[in-house]
């Protein structure tokens, strides 16, 4: 059993992590982790990912429902609620509220889907699974994780997982299933974790049909190297091969995991702003971000062959 240094540990490393990649407001993490102190080091990190705001409708039957800092998402189908992402356990109570704000209930929730198996999107999947009994649809490797209780990606040495939840549903790269109208497609895009999955759909708004697309991940965690990851070895390999996918969609929608990674509160301000412009609406932003995230990539692997080979040339 872990101690409450290891766990703190563990924490402020993945909250770096987090900082690093994401830009998260340096004054959200420390507000948080100055709650009470007779929570435990892990719980004031959870604390500090869980902090929770009003839906948001994104566009057709699509609403943010996450936290400040981790997503989570629900499309309403006209036949049922396909819920994307549970988040950390502490999110519980605020995706319920968001979701019974929006004039629904947890139990119209009929399928839970996943960015990829990491604690703060799945570490609440096994109690929102038994509060609504909807079936879980996973991919692959992400699914034997998220089964097993147990992060098997590059950061697994932080110890940060979860209770087992069982896998009603067990697809393949470019599955798809339909609820009401809604048909959900399934694109294996590894690297961030092993079954990382970016999930596409078809909504109709008005008198048009807009591609959305649920991004995965595709950020390398700080700590994560990419040549020589005994817990991943192929992991440069998979990378490469997700960002060859990801280029070849072309959503007029792109949401992704953490709300920061597609400007919730900056799109937030523009609608304000233009009410009748619908700012998630915006298919030059996908490809942007991906190959921005393509380059962070490929200079990184850059970095670690030079040091690699420096490293080999003074060892002769």
């Known amino acids: 059993m872990k101690t409450v240094k290891q766990i703190f540990v563990a924490a402020i490393v993945f909250a770096f992590a987090i900082a690093c990649f994401a830009e998260l407001p340096s004054d959200v993490l420390l507000a948080k982790y ?22 948001v409708h994104i566009i057709g039957g699509i609403y943010y429902i996450g936290s400040t800092t981790v997503s989570s998402f629900v499309i309403n189908t006209g036949e049922g609620l396909v819920l994307v992402d549970a988040g950390t356990p502490m999110m519980f109570d605020a995706i319920k509220h ?3 704000s929006l004039g ?50 590059a950061v697994s040495f932080l110890g940060l997982n979860w209770d087992p939840v069982p896998i009603d549903r067990v697809i393949k790269d470019r599955d798809s299933f339909t609820l009401g109208d809604v048909t959900i497609h399934a694109y294996d895009t590894p690297g961030h974790t092993k079954g990382c999955t970016t999930w596409t759909t078809t909504i109709r708004e008005g ?83 991906i190959q921005n995230d393509e380059l962070k990539f490929l200079r990184q692997l850059d970095d670690e062959w030079r040091a690699l080979s420096a490293s080999k040339a003074v060892s002769k």
């Open 207 to 289: 008198e048009k049909d807009y591609k959305v697309a649920f991004l995965g991940g595709t950020s390398v965690n700080a700590g994560v190297k990419l040549l020589n990851n005994p817990l991943y070895p192929n992991i440069a390999e998979d990378y490469k091969k997700t960002f060859a996918v990801l280029a070849s969609l072309s959503p007029d929608v792109y949401l992704a995991q953490h709300p920061f990674f597609f400007n919730l509160s900056g799109k937030l301000e523009q609608r304000k702003a233009n009410p009748a412009v619908n700012p998630f609406v915006d298919p030059d932003e996908w490809t942007m971000f």
């Open 98 to 100: 968001n979701i019974e």
């Open 34 to 55: 100055k709650e009470k102190i007779k929570h435990t080091p892990k719980e004031r990190f959870e604390h500090a990912l869980s902090e929770p705001m009003d839906p």
């Open 104 to 153: 629904f209930q947890l139990s119209d929730i009929k399928y839970i889907i996943s960015s990829h198996a990491h604690w703060d999107h799945v570490g609440g999947l096994a109690n929102m699974q038994k509060q609504t009994a909807a079936k879980v649809v996973a991919l692959g490797l992400d699914a034997e994780s998220i089964a097993s209780g147990k992060d098997t990606s």
